[in-house]
Structures are given as C-alpha cells and as structure tokens.
C-alpha cells in the first residue's frame, strides 16, 4: 500500500473508532508513543488511553487530511484538520498530526500524536 492509502485508511479507521468504542484505540498505540494533547504531554499506550478517556464522548467530522513518507522509510506523517463535537457541545475546529512507525510489512502503530484545538476561526 502507498502511503496515501495507508494514511486514508488510518484516517477512516482511527476517528470512527474514537466515535463509537475509544478502547479499540489502544492496539494502535505502543509503549513508546506520545501524545502531545492541548500542550499537555504523556508518554506510553496506558497514558495516552487514559488521557483520550478523559475527553468524554466526541464526535469527529474530518475536513482534511495530508500525508508524507517521512525519512524513515518505515515511517508516515499525517496531517488531519476537522472538527470536534464534545458530550454534544457545538463543534470546534481542531488540527492533529501523527507519524506512523511500521514495525513490519503492513503493520502501522501510531509513534507520535499531536492535537490541538483552533480557537477563533
């Protein structure tokens, strides 16, 4: 698979799961990930499923999404823009960025993920 179909599937795959059941997230994450949420760091799979628990129910509605081999040759950035529905509040707009390790031929977790809510649009 190109990296533009491994980044549209991840895409399609991570948002809907974190709509409907946050807990099959966890297989995408590995000890070693970070999550970088409104500036607020944690590191590993156990930290990052707490800190995405913590947010409640949401639901993502994605505007965009771009994607980049990045110099690993084993490696995928992604870049998503779209907006976020939290406990059914109004949407706010928000931007996240991952990069994508694969450990092995057609396997992806996720090495890096950044979120950031955009005020003020």
């Known amino acids: 698979m190109s990296a533009e179909e491994v980044a549209k599937a991840f895409v399609q795959h991570f948002y809907q799961t974190f709509d409907s059941n946050i807990e099959g997230l966890a297989g995408l994450y590995?000890?070693?990930s970070m999550l970088t949420f409104e500036g607020n760091q944690v590191g590993g799979m156990e930290q990052i499923m707490n800190k995405l628990r913590g947010i409640g129910p949401v639901k993502h509605d994605i505007k965009s999404m771009d994607v980049?081999?990045?110099?690993?040759?084993?490696?995928?950035v992604i870049f998503v823009t779209g907006s976020i529905k939290i406990g059914g509040d109004n949407p706010l707009h928000f931007c996240e960025m991952f990069q994508l390790l694969s450990p092995g031929p057609g396997?992806?977790?996720v090495h890096n993920d950044i979120f950031r809510l955009n005020y003020g649009l």
């Open 68 to 76: 980049q081999p990045s110099s690993d040759s084993n490696a995928i």
């Open 107 to 109: 396997a992806y977790y």
């Open 30 to 32: 590995s000890p070693n």
